[in-house]
């Protein structure tokens, strides 16, 4: 049974990995990349869609890698994957403090009620999640270890 938990966990914690990578170095590029109203109007879209799934996904993320923890107390590999939910931990804490609140604001944006500093605003969501994203890249590099 704990070797379901542990391949189920890493899968899950692999494909949140997977999609946050696919944000920070394919979708947002592509963005970035298309005529300014069109570009605004896809993040917004983007913050709206992601915005509801991805705090289940990284709760869930976590809870799986809690519950793994606990019922492999007593088998190798444990304080990897102890420190993969201290990872996971920081970066729901990183995204609750840093990231939320710019995409709250973000996803209601208009090209007629759109700030003036919107794309600075963006830019410091890409900073900030670019440090998410090598966080959560570590918890799943931890979570495959504790796999060997």
Do not use: C
Not at 29 to 45: C, F, K, M, T, V
Not at 68 to 82: E, N, P
């Amino acid at each position: 049974m704990l070797n379901a938990l542990e391949v189920v966990t890493t899968v899950v914690v692999g494909v949140m990995v997977g999609v946050e990578f696919s944000v920070a170095f394919v979708i947002n590029p592509i963005l970035n990349a298309l005529p300014e109203d069109s570009g605004q109007l896809g993040h917004a879209h983007g913050g709206r869609m992601l915005g509801a799934v991805m705090p289940v996904w990284y709760l869930t993320s976590l809870a799986l890698v809690a519950v793994w923890a606990v019922a492999g107390r007593h088998h190798d590999g444990t304080g990897l994957v102890v420190t993969a939910a201290g990872l996971l931990i920081l970066s729901v804490i990183m995204s609750i403090l840093l990231l939320v609140p710019i995409n709250n604001r973000s996803k209601t944006w208009t090209p007629d009620n759109r700030p003036a500093d919107w794309k600075e605003q963006m830019s410091r969501w890409d900073r900030f999640h670019y440090v998410r994203v090598a966080v959560i890249v570590a918890a799943f590099a931890l979570l495959v270890a504790a796999l060997v």
